[in-house]
């Protein structure tokens, strides 16, 4: 059983994230004919699992960009869904000025960070795809040892990967998240961990429909995903970095944050759940742990 029906979640969460996007653009700044900075940001208006996270990102951009005092204009850059690879590449071209990337310790030496987690950690905060008829299987697991004796189903090279092989867990891969469905429909493993804010949508996927949201466990390592820019671009890395602090000390990052994902946490009961806390050996030493105030915690919801 689903806590809710899927197709009505997406077209909720949708309706929710257009609207805000809308009030956002409403009264852009106001903007000189001079020294206004023009930003490209990608969107992907095609994939549904993807749109709501693309509607969160040029609405959060917007906020920030809005908070530093630099006049500004945003525009759009229509893409298919690509390899975070490919899209980081897109920034040593005229193609993009920013792209919402996972981090690493690689990837940060290569772009220049902007080390404020968009999603404030989200995405380290996995549920579990299973069948339905483990249901009861998976109700009954509650030790990490339980855990490790099945088998979880990860995309081969994706950066969970490792960590959930570091942890010792039964890690499984497959070139991509369709076979990955198909994989666990037919027995070859039997979960694959999904972020809690995008496993609703992708519900709606063909090969996921036939698949179950399951309502007891939670797996949790540090992770972020950080906007990126070009190492010559420092000029706008440094107004999004002046936006984030303003944002987060006036409190509107965290109110634009739950009025993007609060629908997902009254789905998923996450204080509800046995929480797994996992390290992630994968983290720059410069990642912000140092300060709660950027980061999503299960207190919130109290």
Not at 36 to 60: H, R
Request: proline share 7%; with cysteine; hydrophobic share 40%.
């Amino acid at each position: 059983m689903r806590t809710l029906s899927c197709t009505k979640f997406l077209c909720l969460a949708c309706v929710l994230a257009l609207s805000t996007a809308a009030k956002a653009q409403k009264n852009p700044p106001a903007q000189s004919n001079t020294d206004v900075l023009v930003v490209k940001y990608p969107y992907a208006p095609a994939d549904k699992v993807y749109l709501p996270q693309g509607l969160y990102y040029g609405a959060l951009l917007d906020l920030v960009l809005r908070k530093s005092g630099q006049p500004y204009r945003l525009e759009k850059v229509d893409i298919a869904t690509i390899p975070e690879a490919r899209e980081s590449r897109y920034l040593d071209s005229d193609k993009l000025d920013i792209a919402m990337l996972h981090t690493n310790p690689r990837r940060e030496s290569e772009l220049r960070p902007i080390r404020y987690p968009v999603f404030r950690g989200l995405s380290g905060w996995r549920l579990l795809f299973i069948r339905d008829t483990d249901i009861d299987t998976f109700s009954t697991i509650k030790s990490f040892g339980q855990l490790k004796s099945v088998r979880a189903g990860q995309g081969r090279g994706w950066p969970d990967t490792s960590i959930l092989k570091h942890a010792g867990l039964n890690v499984i891969t497959a070139p991509a998240r369709e076979n990955l469905y198909k994989m666990l429909y037919h027995g070859r493993v039997d979960y694959f961990p999904r972020s809690a804010f995008e496993i609703w949508h992708e519900t709606e996927l063909p090969d996921a429909q036939l698949l179950h949201i399951e309502e007891t466990l939670l797996l949790h390592y540090p992770t972020a995903f950080y906007f990126f820019v070009s190492p010559k671009n420092e000029r706008l890395a440094t107004t999004l970095e002046k936006g984030f602090e303003i944002a987060i000390k006036d409190g509107s990052f965290t109110r634009l944050f739950y009025q993007y994902h609060d629908a997902y946490f009254s789905a998923a009961r996450l204080s509800k759940r046995t929480v797994f806390e996992l390290p992630n050996p994968n983290l720059s030493s410069k990642t912000p742990l140092d300060r709660p105030e950027l980061w999503f915690n299960l207190t919130e919801l109290q």
